[in-house]
């Protein structure tokens, strides 16, 4: 059993910054891969990025958050960061907490979700 908590979420300004965190627990191996997916309002949920125990890093296909958004993680401590700069309005979303699976596949464990809520 695995238990992620993440934290970090709130109301900013388009422009503004956010920092999520992600502390997770239970049986979580070094080598689990961790990430970040968003859901939008009447939008699926899609990855945002994932990061694997060695620092290999993968973001979305699109060009969404390029250059904007940064995952890191502290293996010590269990815990996934997704620093959120320049944020927009189309950031808008909750923010799920995922360990587990592959660089290219979900993980089976997900957190509860973060409101992220940017104004224009």
């Known amino acids: 059993q695995v238990q992620l908590v993440e934290s970090g979420g709130g109301l900013v300004q388009a422009g503004g910054s956010l920092r999520l965190s992600c502390a997770a627990s239970?049986?979580?191996?070094?080598?689990?891969?961790m990430g970040w997916y968003r859901q939008a309002p009447g939008k699926q949920r899609e990855l945002v990025a994932k990061?694997?125990?060695?620092?290999?890093?993968?973001?979305t296909d699109s060009d969404s958050v390029k250059g904007r958004f940064s995952i890191s993680r502290d293996n010590a401590k269990n815990t996934v960061y997704l620093q959120m700069n320049s944020l927009k309005p189309e950031d808008t979303g909750v923010y799920y907490c995922?360990?587990?699976?592959?660089?290219?596949?979900?993980?089976?464990?997900w957190g509860q979700g973060t409101q992220v809520t940017v104004s224009s």
């Open positions: 995922n360990v587990g699976g592959s660089m290219i596949t979900r993980g089976a464990y």
């Open positions: 239970g049986s979580i191996f070094r080598d689990d891969v």
């Open positions: 990061i694997s125990s060695t620092g290999r890093t993968k973001y």
